[in-house]
């Protein structure tokens, strides 16, 4: 007997992006359920490769009573009113929003990181999913931190526009032929123009000076990883439409060779090293798009600190910083708690 899952935020691009990974991971779920709000009630969404549709549902009239899983990406908004009412009828919420990471009675998982974390679920049956630049950086972290203690953290992201969802590709793309034929060019959904342009501003600013997903970026790695960890992050949109990457430096308490972080790397589970010191040989977010791996190059010594590495991280924020990470939460809730399926 499989599970009974439902996608909340379907029609997004994480939602589908979630009903893909079940499918092509063969989740064992006896039903899929997609949800969204009422304007999209009826609409017909593919559930991946499978051949199967299916149609929406409403989130108002949705009873979550006898489904197990509820896998959302509608936001802090609506996951506010219905994750609650999903985990008191008895369905397992593993939230994308930010609305329950730093809650201290849920658990924000990487099952390659914290899975034991996990078995804390049941205090309010809700599970958090970290956000896509802290989910990638520490799957390249942990495996280091467990040989050489990672004392400080010093990370500068190139967030692609996905992580800003539909509006932030479509303005991007809109943008950038405008560019090209003259028109009017007026940002909408960013600040500032994004095509052919970074802008070093992501979420909302904060009294420090810092934004919101830098100090999202801080905290969720220490909950995450090690409350120790001192942690600083500037966080950049960049013209890219899927995958972020993100520059690392690592100080550590012991002694850790570029060489010897490469061979922990090289085994590390979610981790790909791709580290040749040629021309292209390093992965660029156009490669990593539709893959699940967390992609580490440019490995090297930081001869100004002690104990330093440098490293290159890049991965689909859409997968392993959403979608994937949320599908793997599951799969691990099922192993070690539900055991419904086979």
Same mark, same amino acid.
């Given at each position: 007997m499989g599970y009974r899952v439902v996608v909340v935020g379907a029609t997004g691009n994480v939602g589908r992006e979630m009903l893909n990974i079940l499918a092509e991971r063969q989740f064992p779920a006896d039903e899929v359920a997609v949800v969204a709000s009422p304007r999209s009630t009826g609409d017909i969404i593919d559930f991946g490769d499978s051949g199967q549709e299916l149609k929406v549902r409403n989130i108002e009239h949705f009873d979550f009573a006898g489904w197990d899983i509820a896998l959302f990406a509608a936001g802090s908004g609506p996951t506010k009113i219905y994750a609650p009412k999903a985990a008191e009828a008895g369905c397992t919420v593993i939230d994308n929003s930010s609305? =329950?990471?730093?809650?201290?009675?849920?658990?924000?998982?990487v099952p390659e990181v914290n899975p034991e974390a996990i078995d804390l679920y049941t205090r309010k049956n809700i599970i958090a999913n970290p956000n896509?630049?802290?989910a990638q950086m520490v799957v390249a972290l942990k495996p280091l931190h467990d040989v050489a203690k990672i004392k400080r953290v010093v990370v500068a992201t =190139?967030?692609?526009?996905?992580?800003?969802?539909?509006?932030?590709?479509?303005?991007?793309?809109e943008q950038s032929r405008n560019i090209f034929v003259g028109d009017a060019n007026t940002p909408v959904k960013f600040t500032k123009q994004i095509a052919f342009?970074?802008?070093p501003h992501i979420d909302s600013?904060?009294?420090?000076?810092?934004?919101?997903?830098?100090?999202?970026?801080?905290?969720?790695?220490?909950?995450?990883?090690?409350?120790?960890?001192?942690?600083?992050?500037?966080?950049?949109?960049?013209?890219?439409?899927?995958?972020?990457?993100?520059?690392?430096?690592?100080?550590?308490?012991?002694?850790l060779s570029a060489a010897d972080a490469q061979a922990i790397l090289r085994e590390a589970p979610g981790v790909m090293l791709v580290d040749k010191r040629e021309d292209g040989g390093y992965v660029t977010p156009v490669e990593c798009v539709g893959e699940y791996a967390t992609y580490v190059s440019r490995v090297r010594e930081?001869?100004?600190v002690e104990n330093g590495l440098n490293l290159w991280c890049v991965s689909d924020n859409l997968r392993k910083g959403a979608a994937l990470n949320a599908v793997q939460i599951a799969e691990l809730l099922g192993r070690r708690h539900l055991k419904k399926a086979a």
């Open positions: 609305l =329950y990471r730093m809650d201290p009675d849920v658990p924000l998982i896509c630049s802290t =190139y967030q692609s526009v996905s992580g800003a969802g539909k509006a932030g590709m479509d303005e991007l793309f342009n970074v802008i600013f904060l009294d420090d000076g810092s934004t919101k997903e830098e100090w999202k970026m801080v905290v969720e790695t220490k909950k995450i990883l090690d409350p120790k960890i001192k942690v600083t992050a500037t966080c950049v949109r960049v013209p890219v439409f899927v995958g972020h990457s993100e520059a690392i430096n690592i100080e550590f308490e012991n002694e930081d001869p100004t």
